[in-house]
Each structure stands twice: as structure tokens, then as C-alpha cells.
């Protein structure tokens, strides 16, 4: 919407923007991009992951079940990175 483009050049959002990303930053590391997903915060289960970046949008189930791997994977194996270069063309259908 037209009115939310307002907000691009509104210079009060630039520090609360500056300290989620230091805090994103600080839990996931200085040599990722964006997103940064953190799954439960503040616990001592909490893990943060970049990513995940996706080809196509999942739907229904699959979504859920997609959800529900990076969740487990942040927050219970440890797991540091997960990449790969070969990529789809995005189909956000």
C-alpha cells in the first residue's frame, strides 16, 4: 500500500531497526545474511538460524513441516550451517 511507502524515508524506525539486527546478529553470527529466525528466545534451547531461503513458498502441510525441521534444527542438533549454491529460479506461485 501507498501509505506504508511513507515510512522508507522516516527516520525514527532506524534505531530499534539497528538494535534488532545487532541482537539477530549476535545470536546467529557477523557472516550471514538475512533472514535471521530466532526459535524460542531468552530459553536455553534458543537457536537462531539465517535462512531459511526458499525457491518456491511451501503450502499447507508441507509449510508446517518445513517449519517444524529449521525449528528442530536450531534448537536441538547444534548445527552450524546448512547451504547449498544450486537454486531454482523463484516461484512464488
Known sequence: PE?????????SHDEY???????AL???GRDVGTP????????????????PVLASIP??????????????LATTSGMAELKRSDRAKPAFD
Open 17 to 23: 531497526i539497528a538494535a534488532e539486527t545487532e541482537l
Open 26 to 28: 549476535s545470536r546467529a
Open 59 to 72: 503450502r499447507g502441510e508441507q509449510a508446517v513441516r518445513l517449519w517444524d525441521a529449521v525449528e528442530l
Open 3 to 11: 501509505q506504508l511507502a511513507t515510512h522508507a524515508f522516516d527516520d
Open 36 to 51: 535471521i529466525l530466532t526459535f524460542r528466545p531468552g530459553e536455553p534451547d534458543e537457536g537462531s538460524f539465517f535462512g
